[in-house]
């Protein structure tokens, strides 16, 4: 019987295996840990854990006070690609790394199916 | 079968040069033979023509099934009892030479995990038969499950694993063969899951599990499966806040399955906040 970390795994694993512009997903607690993670070996999975908790506590911070709603989504770009942290229900956030010469368009509509498809297990 | 022409040979030597050319579809020989030529062609034609199939000729005696067993891992697609059943062997041999339905030819695939996968999502029923270095080895199924396995002396899991691990090799598929050993109970879903991780492992050149498959005599729990299950609860443990609980189970975690990254970036920047106080 898998565990729900190796379901929303599996989730991860889909979406990279469809979406190749999509080099890295994970699924980060509200307490910022690691729930569930597909990334290559170069990355480091202290650095995206802290980093997502950080992105996810600013994000909230300035959803909260200056637009007085909830966070959705975040996201940073960089000559190299984005950073795109969405948030997966009230007590996780799904990250992802995608390449520059993605069409974010089409990143959204997958991530948002992949939330769908993660809310089953989270 | 008019279209079909037969060549005997004296010996085994002269059945193998005549293999050569590539040209021969089937192999029919006799299996006991004095000087256990028949054994040898059987070893050896597999060897240079793996996809060729091979009936083999048998009388009854006592020890036949061992015998038969021992025909059978060597790779013969068929074993037919002496004397024959004309039209039941001419329909065999028909079979051998023209397949019913379906496509033919030869394919490389860069795992046997892809031909496991293929034949139990089919639903495919039939043996397997594979041949790694002259090491042969046979995987049958019955209905997309994994029922036997044999492979140099071992059978069942042990073998199905020893499979696995090879590298490279060629196999043949007879459809109609059926086994009436059966010692894999394990659902086809949880061998496939487990073909999966095994390859993506050799793949990523990590380390496999120690046992992954030998695991069976433990109710299939694996360590990593028993790691994942250890760092669930210490997921649930965290949004109760009770971080050090937390951090004993990550601990298991991080001990049963030391090469996932994940345990142990998640048990470091616990061990952290634990350090500095966080844990109310």
């Known amino acids: 019987m898998a565990t729900k970390s190796e379901r929303i795994n599996d989730v991860l694993r889909g979406l990279r295996q469809g979406t190749p512009e999509v080099i890295g997903a994970t699924v980060v607690s509200s307490e910022g840990f690691i729930v569930a993670s597909v990334l290559p070996n170069e990355v480091d999975e202290d650095l995206i854990g802290g980093m997502s908790a950080s992105l996810l506590g600013v994000g909230e911070r300035i959803s909260a006070d200056l637009m007085r709603s909830q966070m959705e989504q975040t996201y940073v770009r960089s000559p190299k690609g984005y950073i795109i942290v969405n948030a997966a229900g009230p007590d996780a956030v799904l990250v992802l790394l995608v390449t520059r010469e993605a069409k974010l368009g089409l990143i959204f509509l997958e991530l948002k199916r992949t939330i769908v498809e993660l809310m089953k297990y989270l | 079968m008019a279209d079909v022409e037969v060549r005997g040979t004296p010996d085994a030597d002269e059945a193998l040069r005549l293999l050569v050319d590539r040209q021969s579809r089937l192999l029919i020989t006799e299996g006991r033979t004095r000087d256990g030529d028949g054994v040898m062609l059987v070893t050896q034609a597999r060897r240079r023509r793996p996809a060729l199939p091979v009936i083999v000729m048998s009388g009854s005696t006592p020890d036949s099934h061992a015998w038969r067993d021992r025909i059978s891992r060597m790779g013969a697609a068929a074993l037919v009892e002496k004397p024959p059943h004309l039209e039941n062997f001419v329909g065999l041999v028909g079979r051998m030479l023209v397949p019913a339905h379906g496509f033919s030819g030869e394919v490389v695939l860069e795992g046997l995990p892809d031909l496991v996968q293929m034949m139990c999502l089919s639903r495919a029923s039939g043996a397997l038969f594979i041949n790694h270095e002259g090491e042969p080895g046979t995987i049958w199924f019955d209905g997309g499950d994994v029922v036997h396995a044999a492979a140099l002396d071992k059978i069942g899991v042990e073998a199905f694993r020893t499979m696995l691990g090879w590298s490279a090799g060629a196999f043949n ?78 601990e298991e975690a991080a001990t049963l399955d030391p090469q996932n990254r994940m345990y142990q970036s998640n048990l470091r920047r616990l061990r952290e906040r634990v350090r500095r106080g966080d844990d109310p």
Do not use: K
Request: net charge negative; aromatic share 8%; charged share 35%.
């Open chain 2, 173 to 250: 598929l007879d459809r109609d063969a059926r086994s009436a050993e059966r010692t894999i109970g394990v659902p086809a879903m949880h061998l496939l899951l487990e073909c999966a991780r095994l390859f993506d492992e050799q793949r990523s050149a990590r380390p496999a599990e120690a046992d992954v498959f030998g695991a069976q005599r433990q109710e299939w729990a694996t360590p990593a499966q028993r790691a994942a299950e250890y760092f669930q609860r210490g997921l649930e443990l965290v949004r109760e806040r009770r971080h050090a609980d937390a951090m004993r189970e990550w």
